[in-house]
């Protein structure tokens, strides 16, 4: 038979001058019940909610409590968001408004930001 696929969808929230303000994505394996991790990405000046850890992603989070990750600038945020999405290993990105909106603005603020 056919592996299950492994989905991930993907939602950005773009802010004043058109800056990444957070994000959140949602792991799921196709028939599984339930999420295999959910996450959440914001900008803030009060790091003390900071947790940049991605090792529960590997074995996956038994009650699928939503991981938020803070950080301080757009360009930490993204370097972290695209760590994420590597190691999610998504045979497919969805999400709402994905490819007209939302990926062509973190492609933007990737550039703008040198990260490109």
């Not at 994000?23 to 599984?32: E, N, R, S």
């Given at each position: 038979g056919v592996a299950p696929l492994r989905l991930l969808t993907l939602h950005v929230t773009?802010?004043?001058?058109?800056?990444?303000?957070a994000?959140?994505?949602?792991?799921?394996?196709?028939?599984?019940a339930?999420?295999?991790h959910r996450a959440a990405w914001a900008l803030s000046s009060d790091l003390s909610?900071?947790?940049a850890d991605?090792?529960?992603l590997d074995a996956g989070d038994a009650a699928c409590k939503p991981r938020l990750f803070v950080f301080g600038s757009e360009c930490e945020l993204l370097l972290h968001m695209r760590d994420?999405?590597?190691?999610?290993?998504?045979?497919?990105?969805?999400g709402?408004?994905?490819?007209?909106?939302?990926?062509?603005?973190?492609?933007?603020?990737?550039?703008?930001?040198g990260l490109m």
């Open positions: 773009v802010g004043k001058e058109a800056r990444v303000v994000a959140g994505a949602v792991l799921q394996v196709h028939g599984d339930g999420p295999l909610a900071a947790d991605l090792a529960g994420y999405v590597v190691k999610a290993d998504a045979d497919v990105i969805i709402y408004d994905l490819l007209n909106v939302h990926l062509s603005a973190v492609l933007s603020r990737a550039e703008a930001d």
